[in-house]
């Protein structure tokens, strides 16, 4: 039930597409749901987070997008460029486990010039 | 602010030794993380401390692993003995627990080896 479940595993996608990845959830508890960026040799980044009173939360060209009742979010990446290329974790939180996150199995985006 | 720093950055070490890995948190922060990244099962979370207090250790996989938080500014996770299937990426994060949207900040990770 703490699982989180990210699709696809990899994506290959044109300079100007949508990229777009998905996560699921089982676990009701969770109430944040962030996006983590990990370039080659770096440490996971926090990208952009949704608490699940909102069904979308837009930065730059980076939006998620929330279903609470399909336990299911998605990040999009609008006018994918290629340096957007890195891996992509969903990740999901509940108000008792404090900072602890559960993540997917990442996504490892390629952005073709 | 220098971010959460590990070291060191690269190991190579031989079967049945000992490793020990290392954390600096940031300044302020009273939240500590060590995660194992490996291509097959992803980031794991292997241990979590909250004001230098373990409060869940269950995802550490056997004995040979032991986390220490000496101080509330540093950690260390040490394997003994180590094995070849210990070889992964070794991330520390850090936060402060004071919202429900305190961010995690990752160190750049170890890469251990053991052969």
């Known amino acids: 039930q703490q699982q989180v479940k990210q699709s696809p595993q990899s994506l290959i996608v044109q300079k100007g597409g949508i990229s777009i990845i998905n996560c699921a959830y089982e676990?009701?508890?969770?109430?944040?749901f962030p996006w983590y960026q990990q370039f080659p040799g770096k440490g996971p980044a926090l990208l952009i987070a949704?608490?699940?009173?909102?069904s979308e939360k837009k930065e730059g060209r980076f939006t998620i997008s929330f279903n609470k009742s399909a336990k299911q979010f998605s990040l999009h990446i609008m006018d994918s460029q290629p340096g957007d290329s890195a891996t992509y974790f969903c990740?999901?939180?509940?108000?008792?486990?404090?900072?602890?996150?559960?993540f997917g199995e990442g996504t490892q985006l390629t952005v073709n010039p | 602010d220098a971010g959460v720093i590990q070291s060191p950055r690269h190991e190579v070490t031989e079967m049945g030794q000992e490793v020990t890995l290392r954390c600096k948190l940031i300044?302020?922060?009273?939240?500590l993380f060590w995660y194992r990244q490996t291509m097959m099962r992803g980031l794991e979370l292997l241990i979590y401390?909250?004001?230098?207090?373990?409060?869940?250790d269950s995802g550490m996989p056997e004995d040979r692993f032991s986390a220490k938080m000496p101080n509330a500014s540093f950690s260390t996770l040490k394997i003994q003995p180590s094995e070849p299937r210990d070889s992964a990426v070794y991330f520390c994060?850090?936060?402060?627990?004071?919202?429900?949207?305190?961010?995690?900040?990752f160190g750049q990770g170890t890469r251990l080896t053991v052969v």
């Open positions: 994060a850090s936060s402060r627990t004071v919202s429900l949207n305190t961010e995690a900040f």
């Open positions: 676990n009701t508890a969770f109430d944040y």
């Open positions: 949704i608490r699940p009173d909102v």
């Open positions: 990740a999901a939180r509940t108000e008792t486990s404090g900072s602890r996150l559960t």
């Open positions: 300044s302020g922060h009273n939240s």
């Open positions: 401390f909250n004001n230098n207090v373990p409060i869940d």
